[in-house]
């Protein structure tokens, strides 16, 4: 899913005192909202993923999160055995703790490290490597695609999945304030993105052909816009307007914060919370890269 409240210069969850690690929280209910909420669009693309890899009996999934790929994964590959890796140790210990709940706890190892230093060991070759929305923290990502081609085995396969923004809940009129918010907001914050994270949207194929992969296939996949008013979709809503909120905090206009600040309060008439008017619009993009035979 799509952070952008947090980037590469401080991912290591915990270094950073009380609010950092409450950053971390807030991504990790937000990873698992988006899992939950926009499952169609990530079975989608699990399933291109599938069409194309094989036998698939060892896979790594980088910048793992709390395991939404991960999970997903096990469940499509039943003989295969995951290595999630994340920076972050809240991340992995949250997603161990789904391993055990969900009963692979045996199928999974997860490890803790900064994939912009030294790689970790894999412990022998990789059929499948998985990515999504992690590449574009990475302070060096041509130096990770060539991490990533060397622990492949000859004829595996690199899943990149990326996001361009954000997901998008408000309708253009939301009853108070000046329509079209969200779009002015956004359009604030991809302007310092573009300079923070200049992968964030940027066109991958080469990069992967860069370090020796074929591009096997690329795919932009559209969430179907569903009318929600799930209580899911109200929090999962008010994380991410309060991660913008933050971001545009000097940037946007005192009459656009302030409706920001009614939309992410926990109470009040205008409160995600309430709303029944929201839809969760999001989309991915993929890339596969094989890595050749010969
Ligand atoms: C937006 S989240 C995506 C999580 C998960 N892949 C998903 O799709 O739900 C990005 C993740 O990459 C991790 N990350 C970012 N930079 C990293 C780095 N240099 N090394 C290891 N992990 C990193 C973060 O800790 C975070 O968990």
Redesign the pocket.
């Given at each position: 899913?799509?952070?952008h409240t947090h980037h590469?210069h401080h991912?290591h969850g915990g270094d950073g005192g009380p609010e950092a690690a409450e950053r971390e929280a807030a991504l990790a209910e937000m990873?698992d909202l988006?899992?939950e909420l926009l499952h169609s669009l990530h079975s989608e693309v699990v399933d291109l993923v599938a069409e194309h890899a094989g036998r698939v009996r060892r896979f790594v999934d980088l910048?793992?999160?709390?395991g939404?790929?991960t999970f997903a994964l096990l469940a499509r590959f039943p003989e295969a055995e995951a290595i999630a890796?994340?920076?972050?140790p809240q991340?992995t210990e949250r997603l161990l703790g789904t391993a055990e709940t969900s009963g692979t706890a045996s199928r999974v190892r997860a490890i803790e490290?900064?994939?912009?230093e030294a790689w970790p060991d894999f412990g022998g070759e990789l059929d499948l490597a998985w990515s999504?929305?992690?590449m574009h923290?990475?302070a060096q990502p041509a130096r990770a695609m060539r991490e990533v081609f060397e622990a492949l085995r000859p004829g595996g396969l690199f899943a990149l999945v990326e996001i361009d923004s954000q997901p998008r809940f408000l309708p253009e009129e939301l009853g108070i304030g000046r329509p079209g918010l969200e779009d002015r907001c956004r359009a604030l914050l991809e302007a310092q993105l573009a300079v923070e994270l200049p992968y964030l949207g940027a066109d991958w194929g080469p990069l992967l052909t860069g370090a020796g992969f074929e591009v096997a296939a690329e795919r932009r996949f559209t969430a179907e816009p569903t009318p929600t008013d799930s209580k899911a979709a109200g929090r999962y809503a008010q994380l991410v307007l309060r991660g913008l909120r933050d971001r545009v905090a000097g940037l946007a206009t005192a009459d656009d914060l302030a409706v920001l600040d009614q939309l992410t309060a926990d109470d009040g008439p205008h409160s995600v919370l309430r709303r029944d008017d929201l839809t969760v619009r999001a989309e991915r993009q993929v890339w596969l890269g094989r890595r050749p035979v010969e």
């Amino acid at each position: 899913m799509a952070d952008h409240t947090h980037h590469h210069h401080h991912h290591h969850g915990g270094d950073g005192g009380p609010e950092a690690a409450e950053r971390e929280a807030a991504l990790a209910e937000m990873l698992d909202l988006d899992a939950e909420l926009l499952h169609s669009l990530h079975s989608e693309v699990v399933d291109l993923v599938a069409e194309h890899a094989g036998r698939v009996r060892r896979f790594v999934d980088l910048g793992s999160g709390t395991g939404a790929g991960t999970f997903a994964l096990l469940a499509r590959f039943p003989e295969a055995e995951a290595i999630a890796v994340d920076g972050s140790p809240q991340m992995t210990e949250r997603l161990l703790g789904t391993a055990e709940t969900s009963g692979t706890a045996s199928r999974v190892r997860a490890i803790e490290a900064d994939l912009d230093e030294a790689w970790p060991d894999f412990g022998g070759e990789l059929d499948l490597a998985w990515s999504a929305t992690a590449m574009h923290h990475m302070a060096q990502p041509a130096r990770a695609m060539r991490e990533v081609f060397e622990a492949l085995r000859p004829g595996g396969l690199f899943a990149l999945v990326e996001i361009d923004s954000q997901p998008r809940f408000l309708p253009e009129e939301l009853g108070i304030g000046r329509p079209g918010l969200e779009d002015r907001c956004r359009a604030l914050l991809e302007a310092q993105l573009a300079v923070e994270l200049p992968y964030l949207g940027a066109d991958w194929g080469p990069l992967l052909t860069g370090a020796g992969f074929e591009v096997a296939a690329e795919r932009r996949f559209t969430a179907e816009p569903t009318p929600t008013d799930s209580k899911a979709a109200g929090r999962y809503a008010q994380l991410v307007l309060r991660g913008l909120r933050d971001r545009v905090a000097g940037l946007a206009t005192a009459d656009d914060l302030a409706v920001l600040d009614q939309l992410t309060a926990d109470d009040g008439p205008h409160s995600v919370l309430r709303r029944d008017d929201l839809t969760v619009r999001a989309e991915r993009q993929v890339w596969l890269g094989r890595r050749p035979v010969e």
